[in-house]
């Protein structure tokens, strides 16, 4: 120890009294995630749902919109036409099949603003691990609202003429 | 299962020797970050003592694949990177596992290009796949957990 006479506790004591109080007297950051979970931001894009009108059925009509603006191609929209027997939609036409790959999709909400009825929006879920690739396309029916009564299921069959628009003219509940 | 019930309250309990040793490799898993874009940004945060992955047994998120267990590519993976992503997992010990983070190491996400590995499932083979763009810290840490019910269900037989 030859430098012995030029040691100086002090800097190592500061460095000691830092870890001590940082340990004992400062508030604890981490969040315990599984058990825990931080709230989203309001504007935050998650997994995807399709929406439905108030009265059950699906605002999708079909019209691939989301797909052509999606820059990551990762949607993919089949329609089919509604007729009043088996009807989906207000609208003439319905989505068939409605598919996003979870894993191309990179949230960025473009096909939020490209639809024109406002019927994809992007939730706050956000966790999205798969173990194998096609787990990540997620159907029609994984996106699609849950409706609550069973007469708000679609498809169902409605009076002749009562929806006669190709676009439909329903209103938005909120 | 059986035993400690027909002998009673010994003070111990009895599993299968897999099912231990799954457990174990689930409570240790050393994570080399292989961080090669805007999500090894998030990596990061969940070290970090915000989310700590330490909780999990992964301290040590470091680039050092001779003792590492899981490799974590988090990035897009250009094609002339690609090569050095199989000499790091071949030098990986076994066993060893692999979490392709976000989507362009998933599938190659918005990046759908000559330059780009459409998923480094393609030089690899990948375990979990977490999608998002990038992926939450707490996103990753579901995907770590999805591994670990997955190698809970590994069975000796298939121990290569």
């Not at chain 1, 506790?9 to 931080?38: A, C, D, M, N, W």
Request: with cysteine; glycine share 6%.
């Amino acid at each position: 120890m030859a430098n012995f006479e030029r040691f100086n506790p002090i800097p190592i004591l500061k460095g000691l009294y830092t870890t001590f109080h940082s340990t004992f007297f400062e508030p604890v950051v981490t969040v315990q995630y599984p058990e825990e979970k931080r709230p989203v931001s309001k504007r935050f894009r998650g997994r995807h749902h399709l929406r439905r009108y108030d009265n059950g059925l699906e605002k999708c009509i079909g019209c691939a919109l989301c797909a052509a603006a999606c820059p990551a191609d990762a949607i993919f929209v089949e329609a089919s036409e509604n007729n009043d027997d088996v009807r989906f939609s207000p609208g003439e036409r319905y989505a068939s099949t409605y598919e996003i790959n979870m894993m191309r999709c990179i949230f960025c909400g473009y096909c939020e603003d490209a639809c024109p009825t406002q019927a994809i929006e992007l939730g706050d879920q956000y966790e999205l691990s798969f173990t194998e690739r096609v787990q990540a396309i997620y159907t029609r029916d994984m996106l699609l609202d849950t409706v609550d009564e069973l007469e708000k299921a679609t498809p169902r069959k409605v009076e002749p003429g009562a929806f006669d628009r190709s676009i439909p003219m329903m209103e938005n509940p909120d | 299962m059986g035993l400690e019930q027909k002998l009673g309250d010994f003070g111990f309990v009895t599993t299968k020797l897999q099912d231990m040793v799954n457990w174990g490799r689930t409570r240790a898993m050393w994570p080399l970050g292989f961080g090669l874009a805007c999500c090894a940004i998030e990596m990061m945060a969940t070290q970090a003592p915000n989310y700590d992955l330490s909780r999990f047994g992964m301290e040590l998120l470091r680039a050092s694949p001779r003792q590492a267990d899981l490799l974590l590519v988090s990035g897009r993976l250009s094609r002339k990177m690609a090569p050095v992503l199989r000499k790091l997992y071949d030098q990986m010990p076994d066993p060893k596992w692999v979490l392709a983070m976000g989507d362009c190491a998933s599938c190659g996400g918005v990046f759908n290009n000559y330059a780009i590995v459409q998923g480094i499932d393609e030089i690899v083979p990948v375990d979990v796949y977490v999608a998002g763009c990038p992926p939450r810290p707490e996103a990753l840490i579901h995907g770590i957990m999805t591994l670990h019910e997955k190698v809970k269900t590994e069975v000796f037989k298939d121990y290569a």
